[in-house]
């Protein structure tokens, strides 16, 4: 059996603000690196053979975290990163739904039809999560350990599940919160999603924007 642990990082201001972040670099900020610290202490006895995760700050910043308490090195997986959100990074939701109704309203509720100008597709995010697992499941070790973002988080659950895009808003992945899928001969089962209850004092409600 092998068991892929699929962790979101933690808070970064834009989380706070709303704001789509994309592939902007952005770190975690104060409650984030608290979360990040958390996540850690879960990852301590669960025996993690390898964590991945994508390149940006904000996942790296929580990837390392968690290596310091199972003393194993982060391997970056390009495939992993955060979805291209084109000329919507920087905006806050607010701002996307005024100046973007007819898209934003695909985004609400057709998301696997949205085509955004210097975006990417949820079609073209899930070929290169695919082209990802190619490679981490590949490795022998039993318990992997994949840190990465929220669209990554749906998009990962979706391929191994098998699932069309179209159940995109079907899950909610908070920061820093862990997802468990567990690999059983050739059969991937969802063993629990969204898990937050590491985090305690600093577990808030968060919008699934």
């Known amino acids: 059996m092998k068991r892929i642990y699929i962790l979101r990082h933690g808070e970064t201001q834009w989380n706070k603000e709303d704001v789509f972040r994309g592939r902007s670099d952005i770190p975690l900020n104060e409650t984030g690196l608290k979360q990040a610290e958390m996540a850690s202490f879960y990852f301590k006895n669960k025996e993690i ?10 996942a790296m910043q929580t990837a390392k975290a968690v290596s310091k308490t199972t003393e194993k ?5 390009e495939e992993f990163i955060d979805i291209n959100f084109g000329i ?6 607010k701002e996307v739904e005024r100046n973007y109704p007819h898209d934003f309203a695909i985004w609400v509720k057709n998301p696997q039809k949205l085509n955004l100008r210097g975006g990417e597709t949820l079609e073209t995010v899930r070929k290169r999560i695919a082209s990802g697992f190619e490679k981490v499941l590949s490795e022998k070790g039993e318990n992997l350990l994949i840190v990465t973002h ?3 988080c749906k998009i990962m659950v979706l391929f191994l599940l098998d699932m069309g895009n179209e159940f995109f808003w079907a899950m909610k992945f908070d920061p820093a919160s862990i997802t468990l899928i567990e690999k059983i001969n050739d059969r991937f089962t969802l063993t629990f999603s969204n898990d937050t209850c590491h985090l305690q004092s600093t ?6 924007f």
Do not use: C, H, M, N
């Not at 053979?49 to 904000?58: A, H, K, N, Q």
């Not at 919507?88 to 939701?93: F, N, P, Q, S």
């Not at 577990?203 to 699934?208: E, I, P, T, V």
């Open 49 to 58: 053979d390898f964590i991945f995760s994508s390149p940006l700050l904000r």
């Open 88 to 93: 919507w990074e920087g905006l806050t939701v």
């Open 73 to 77: 090195d982060v391997e970056i997986v």
């Open 150 to 152: 929220r669209a990554i």
């Open 203 to 208: 577990k808030g409600l968060y919008k699934d």
